[in-house]
């Protein structure tokens, strides 16, 4: 059976492509995120977030996307380093995993190491994973609103 547009759109994306290869932008793409045009919406979540690929790597929501193009630049200006995405922390008590959090970046500046979430929404599972994450690793966690 042949599948329309809609469908082939609406079915969830590799979670490879989040932890995918730095693509064509990583070549010093002169444009911003808004310009780049590599930039294409996907399918919507409960929250909202439509889901976005920059550079063939899929995000969570355009706000996602758009921090990334703008760590790219910074990078690109070697403002930071080391940029990773979904980097996972793993929250274990007593020997045992009770959840692994997945920020969206970590990277490095002259001052040390930066884990960020880009957030429109606040969870309460994400409020919890938060703190327990930030007490487990002694990190913090910067919350990007756009």
């Known amino acids: 059976m042949a599948q329309d547009w809609y469908s082939i759109t609406a079915m969830a994306p590799d979670r490879h492509d989040m932890y995918g290869a730095q693509g064509a932008g990583?070549?010093?793409?002169?444009?911003?995120?808004?310009?780049?045009?590599?930039?294409?919406?996907?399918?919507?979540?409960?929250?909202?977030?439509?889901?976005?690929?920059?550079?063939?790597?899929?995000?969570?929501?355009?706000?996602?996307?758009?921090?990334?193009?703008?760590?790219?630049?910074?990078?690109?200006?070697?403002?930071i380093a080391n940029l990773k995405l979904q980097p996972v922390y793993e929250c274990v008590v007593n020997g045992k995993l009770v959840c692994k959090?997945?920020?969206?970046?970590?990277?490095?500046?002259?001052?040390?190491?930066?884990?960020?979430?880009?957030?429109?929404?606040?969870?309460?599972?994400?409020?919890?994973?938060?703190k327990l994450v930030e007490a487990l690793h002694g990190i913090t966690i910067t919350e990007i609103t756009m």
């Open 26 to 79: 990583a070549c010093g793409h002169p444009k911003g995120i808004e310009e780049h045009t590599g930039v294409s919406d996907m399918k919507r979540s409960k929250y909202n977030a439509v889901k976005t690929a920059v550079d063939g790597i899929t995000f969570a929501s355009k706000a996602e996307a758009k921090r990334y193009g703008e760590l790219k630049l910074l990078e690109r200006a070697c403002q």
């Open 101 to 130: 959090y997945v920020a969206d970046f970590r990277y490095t500046t002259p001052y040390g190491f930066t884990v960020e979430d880009v957030k429109g929404m606040k969870t309460p599972v994400y409020r919890l994973k938060k």
